[in-house]
């Protein structure tokens, strides 16, 4: 694939303009007014950080497994400037355990509009959970390059040898594997072992009775003494 990409000063939503826009572009702007980010909430959008959507095919059923495909690319993005970010399932980006970037998928027609925001260079100070920045370390447009790169890379990898190959690159970046953590679903909030992820992509948690619940979708805390969102 080859990317076309649309660079503005100030939109709505990254992830609004590309829903108009063609599979391959990738829309890019130097802040938003409405960013937007998982389950509604808003998305802090000062300048100086990166927000952008590619616009991306669909793949029928497996669509939703994209959520590893995206987080698995800005995760080697941000190893080639030296960071080591971990992955919070099923797609937050953490560094030294606070929120460094979040990602947001939106089926559009036969299209998925891929949001990825990362905080370059400042970090919202009032949220309820822990997040942080890369101090400058690389500018928003490198960013969106290197990412770019992985995300073509991982996606064909994606195609031609399915998800397993995602879905061991993903583990090496898991954080909480093996751990005590907290899932908060709509109805209930369920404390477990993160026992390992499945490989259809849903969150195996093994309950205090031995039993294990396949988590499909829902919120993890790793620690609700910090993390709370």
């Known amino acids: 694939m080859i990317w076309k990409k649309f660079t503005f000063e100030t939109v709505d939503s990254t992830n609004k303009v590309a829903a108009d826009c063609p599979i391959g572009s990738v829309i890019v702007a130097n802040s938003q007014t409405s960013g937007r980010g998982r389950y509604g909430h808003t998305w802090v959008s000062d300048k100086g950080n990166l927000y952008m959507s590619a616009v991306l095919k669909t793949y029928d059923e497996q669509t939703p497994l994209m959520a590893f495909v995206i987080a698995v690319s800005v995760a080697d993005a941000l190893g080639k400037i030296g960071c080591s970010p971990q992955l919070k399932w099923p ?23 891929v949001g ?63 751990q ?33 619940k396949h988590i499909t979708a829902g919120v993890v805390l790793l620690d609700e003494r910090k993390y709370d969102e």
Not at 181 to 190: A, F, H, Q, S, Y
Request: charge should be negative; hydrophobic fraction near 45%.
């Open 116 to 178: 990825i925001g990362v905080n370059c260079a400042s970090c919202p100070d009032n949220l309820p959970y822990p997040a942080t920045h890369l101090n400058g370390k690389i500018g928003a447009d490198q960013l969106a390059d290197l990412i770019l790169e992985q995300l073509m890379y991982w996606t064909g990898l994606f195609e031609t040898d399915g998800f397993m190959p995602i879905y061991h690159q993903w583990k090496r970046y898991a954080v909480g594997l093996g």
């Open 91 to 113: 797609n937050d980006i953490l560094l030294n355990g606070a929120k460094l970037a979040g990602i947001l998928l939106e089926q559009v027609d036969d299209k998925l509009i």
């Open 180 to 212: 005590i953590i907290t899932v908060r679903l709509p109805n209930e909030t369920l404390q477990g072992i993160f026992k390992d992820l499945s490989e259809s992509g849903a969150l195996l948690l093994q309950l205090p009775d031995n039993t294990v």
